[in-house]
């Protein structure tokens, strides 16, 4: 079992950056594949960036492939999503989340990932 917690969203302009923090507990978190999703008013959960367990494999949409980065830190149980150039398409509920399943294959859809953290929001101002 993991517990996840999100931290560092904000109101941001368009154009700028902003760095997401997930925090892990739990002693088998450097074997999960981690992700991060987002979720604006009114529409599905998207999925927006994925990492394998060594972080050996990244996975992106086209909609913030360039712009995005996750990594990890597997001393540190901590995911991070760093995100540039951002738009007001952006802006929603950012969620991180985990996938247990020993796997070089990082998942892409949300019913891939057993646990999930509360939520961190970000906002971008045009």
């Known amino acids: 079992q993991v517990q996840l917690a999100e931290s560092g969203g904000d109101l941001v302009q368009a154009g700028g950056s902003l760095r997401l923090s997930c925090a892990a507990s739990g002693r088998a978190f450097s074997s999960y594949a981690m992700g991060w999703f987002r979720q604006a008013p009114g529409k599905e959960r998207e999925f927006v960036a994925g990492?394998?367990?060594?972080?050996?494999?990244?996975v992106y949409p086209d909609s913030v492939k360039g712009r995005f980065t996750i990594s990890r830190d597997n001393v540190k149980n901590m995911v991070y999503l760093q995100m540039n150039s951002l738009k007001p398409e952006d802006a929603a509920v950012y969620y991180c989340?985990?996938?247990?399943?020993?796997?070089?294959?990082?998942?892409?859809?949300?019913?891939?990932?057993?646990?999930w953290g509360q939520g961190t929001q970000v906002t971008v101002s045009s």
């Open positions: 989340a985990a996938d247990p399943t020993p796997s070089y294959v990082v998942p892409a859809h949300s019913y891939e990932y057993n646990y």
């Open positions: 990492i394998s367990w060594n972080g050996g494999n990244t």
